[in-house]
């Protein structure tokens, strides 16, 4: 059988060597998936599920007569696709310089779907692996998982909070897997990476506003 295959192997050698230094992050940011990732398979909890729920709100005649305009429906994104062709890494090749190998890769579940690009932009010292992620799954599935990650992130380290992307969005640098920038939007959870290929390089201090223009296209890309 044909093994499968992975960008810089040597790298990502070194990077599991260093998992026994971060051993803790790792099993808390696992436990906390687990948790999150129940909205994928099974769905989220609703209101609906108390006592009370069957109770009618008070009404308000004015906003009865006023508001007629149908609901904006919620985004949903679509759970196919090749990730990388909707890319637009622009905001990353201007500063390491052109995009080299790319990786497609999709993994299904029960009612969800995850989809992965990797991708070299530069070259030695100074390049980056860029590495999107995107699990999309039932209806407001992508806040479940957010929230519970989040939580656990911010027990593990410093996480900035950033306005205008998603339905809400941070950033936050670690020393194993480099600058992250995470998001959610309905039913999708959507992570942003760039490691340097030279372990131990210094990335730019305005990564996060680049990553965030790969996030955007990623979103538009798959949009359904």
Request: aromatic share 4%; glycine share 8%.
């Amino acid at each position: 059988m044909r093994k499968p295959f992975h960008l810089f192997p040597q790298r990502y050698s070194t990077m599991t060597s260093a998992r026994p230094r971060t051993h803790r992050r790792l099993r808390a940011l696992a436990a906390a998936a687990g948790c999150a990732a129940l909205a994928f398979t099974v769905g989220c909890s609703h209101p609906a599920d108390s006592p009370d729920a069957g109770a009618e709100p008070p009404r308000d005649s004015a906003a009865a007569t006023i508001s007629t305009a149908p609901p904006t429906p919620a985004a949903t994104y679509r759970q196919s696709g090749k990730l990388c062709a909707a890319l637009d890494l622009s905001p990353a090749v201007e500063l390491f310089g052109p995009a080299g190998l790319q990786q497609d890769d999709l993994r299904r579940s029960k009612g969800s779907v995850h989809l992965q690009c990797t991708i070299t932009v530069g070259d030695l010292p100074d390049g980056a692996i860029l590495l999107v992620q995107a699990d999309i799954g039932e209806p407001d599935s992508g806040r479940t998982m957010y929230e519970g990650l989040r939580q656990a992130q911010r027990d593990l380290g410093p996480i900035s909070e950033m306005a205008d992307l998603g339905s809400g969005a941070y950033s936050y640098v670690d020393e194993l897997t480099g600058t992250n920038v995470v998001t959610y939007d309905a039913n999708l959870y959507l992570t942003v990476t760039a490691s340097p290929l030279r372990l131990g390089t210094t990335l730019p201090a305005d990564l996060p506003s680049r990553l965030t223009g790969i996030a955007v296209s990623a979103m538009r890309g798959l949009r359904a």
